[in-house]
């Protein structure tokens, strides 16, 4: 089955910098990379995504780029915020597979 | 709000008991997945149905059993309960049958077995 690999697992930034986390999956038919953001005490929350068919999307601070040839996937947050402080996931997805695959979790903590 | 229910909360309960864990899928999603999260681990796969019907298992124990109704809401069971069952439980719906789609997760129950 899929296995995504999640990195770094904890992650401490200045309020201002950019922030990146990557993560690698096993299964070539994968194609569909979300990233969810769980705050302290709350469910996971979809923030962004992205297709096999798509190299890169942005949304406003935050971005995901995608390497399909090396299948590995990352977000990236610009101009952070102590609001961005958070634990980070990402997961991986296949059309006929009804279930995704998620790393282990980044937790990232913005100091201000 | 997500537009996912989860209830209950919380749940203390204690060795051997069984509890239920019920899930509201947000209105107009058809599917349900079930995901575990225990401390320090990421989300582990248990279940998904799509309108009334299993369609994909993880590693589920035997003891765990899930079901979605005609209404769509869903129900996880979880028996003969163990110290090693703590943990969160979350309820996710989606729109589409398959993977193709973001989950939009409940709040979660978190399960305490003493």
């Known amino acids: 089955g899929e296995n995504v690999e999640q990195h770094p697992s904890t992650l401490s930034v200045q309020e201002g910098d950019s922030a990146v986390i990557k993560c690698t999956y096993s299964?070539?038919?994968?194609?569909?990379f979300p990233w969810y953001k769980q705050e302290l005490g709350k469910g996971p929350q979809l923030i962004i995504d992205?297709?096999?068919?798509?190299g890169e999307k942005k949304d406003q601070r935050i971005a995901v780029t995608l390497n399909k040839t090396a299948k590995h996937f990352s977000l990236h947050i610009t101009e952070t915020q102590p609001e961005d402080s958070a634990v980070y996931f990402c997961a991986a997805s296949r059309t006929n597979a009804g279930k995704s695959t998620f790393g282990d979790g980044t937790t990232l903590t913005v100091k201000p | 709000d997500s537009g996912v229910t989860q209830t209950p909360k919380h749940l203390i309960t204690a060795t051997g008991q069984r509890v239920t864990l019920r899930c509201s899928p947000r209105?107009?999603?058809?599917?349900v997945y079930w995901y575990q999260q225990s401390l320090d681990q990421g989300l582990q796969f248990l279940i998904h149905?799509?309108?009334?019907?299993?369609?994909a298992k993880g590693n589920i124990l035997e003891r765990f059993s899930a079901q979605q109704f005609p209404d769509l809401h869903s129900e996880l069971n979880l028996s003969s309960l163990e110290l090693g069952d703590s943990a969160l439980y979350f309820c996710a719906s989606s729109v589409a049958p398959k993977g193709t789609a973001g989950y939009t997760f409940g709040s979660g129950t978190r399960l305490t077995v003493v």
């Open positions: 992205i297709r096999s068919n798509v």
């Open positions: 149905y799509y309108n009334g019907e299993e369609r």
């Open positions: 209105s107009g999603d058809l599917s």
């Open positions: 299964d070539s038919a994968s194609n569909y």
